[in-house]
């Protein structure tokens, strides 16, 4: 089993940045795709970003390709999203989640595990 928690969510200035931490307890880390999904207020869940268990393979949402890079790091049982160039449309709740799967990693139904949560918020 694995327990998520995210932190470094806040408020911030459009064109600014923040980085999101997704930090992982429990045993096996690395045999899990990682995974980051948003919900906004009356939207559905959407996906924002995965990474495989080696990091080797990254997938990113098209709303923020070019402006979020996810990154982990094993040792530290630990997900990074750096987010820049943000924009109001990117105000949401950010979760983790952990899948052992390694396809459709878009697909929120097939992460296992999921954290709380923490809030984004993007001021224009």
């Known amino acids: 089993q694995v327990q998520l928690v995210e932190s470094g969510g806040g408020l911030v200035q459009a064109g600014g940045s923040l980085r999101l931490s997704c930090a992982a307890s429990g045993r096996s880390f690395s045999s899990y795709t990682i995974g980051w999904f948003r919900q906004a207020p009356g939207k559905e869940r959407e996906f924002v970003a995965a990474?495989?268990?080696?990091?080797?393979?990254?997938y990113y949402g098209d709303s923020v390709k070019g402006r979020f890079t996810i990154s982990r790091d094993n040792g530290k049982n630990t997900v990074y999203l750096q987010m820049n160039s943000m924009k109001p449309e990117d105000t949401a709740v950010y979760c983790c989640?952990?899948?052992?799967?390694?396809?459709?990693?878009?697909?929120?139904?097939?992460?296992?595990?999921w954290g709380q949560g923490t809030q984004v918020t993007v001021s224009s």
């Open positions: 989640g952990a899948q052992s799967g390694t396809w459709y990693y878009y697909m929120s139904s097939l992460y296992e595990y």
């Open positions: 990474i495989s268990r080696s990091g080797s393979n990254i």
